[in-house]
Nanobody
C-alpha cells in the first residue's frame, strides 16, 4: 500500500528546533517532488517547502527561508524538514505530499494527491 507517514512533531519553545520526517512506503519517491505544507488552527493548508527528490533541488516560501531546511535520504525513501528558530506562527499540523512538481506548492495550486494524517507542531512557552 503506497503511503506517506509524517512524524517528529511535538511541543517546542520559541526559538527551538524540530525535525520532521516523511517516510514513503510502497513506492519510490524518486519519481516525485515532495512538498511540506502546514495548517494553522482555523486556517487552510499553506505550502512551506518542496524538494525534487531525484536531484535534491529545494524550494522555500519566504516566511521560512533561512530557518527551515528540507532534505532527503534516498536509501530511506524519506524526506526531512529541519525547522529552527521556531515561532508561535509556525504552529500547525504539518503534512507532506507528493507533487507533480514543486511549482504546485510555490504557486498555491491545488494538490491532487492524497493527504496523510500530518504531525502536530506546537510552538509555545
Amino acid at each position: 500500500q503506497a503511503q506517506l507517514v509524517e512524524s517528529g512533531g511535538g511541543l517546542v519553545q520559541p526559538g527551538g528546533s524540530l525535525r520532521l520526517s516523511c517516510a514513503a512506503s510502497g513506492f519510490s519517491l524518486d519519481y516525485y517532488d515532495v512538498g511540506w505544507y502546514r495548517q494553522a488552527p482555523g486556517k487552510g493548508r499553506d505550502g512551506v517547502s518542496c524538494i525534487r527528490f531525484r536531484d535534491g533541488d529545494t524550494y522555500y516560501v519566504d516566511s521560512v527561508k533561512g530557518r527551515f531546511t528540507i532534505s532527503r535520504d534516498k536509501a530511506e525513501n524519506t524526506v526531512y524538514l529541519q525547522m529552527s528558530s521556531l515561532t508561535p506562527e509556525d504552529t500547525g499540523v504539518y503534512y507532506c505530499v507528493t507533487l507533480t512538481n514543486c511549482g504546485v506548492l510555490l504557486e498555491g495550486a491545488p494538490v491532487t494527491a492524497a493527504w496523510g494524517g500530518g504531525t502536530q507542531v506546537t510552538v509555545s512557552s
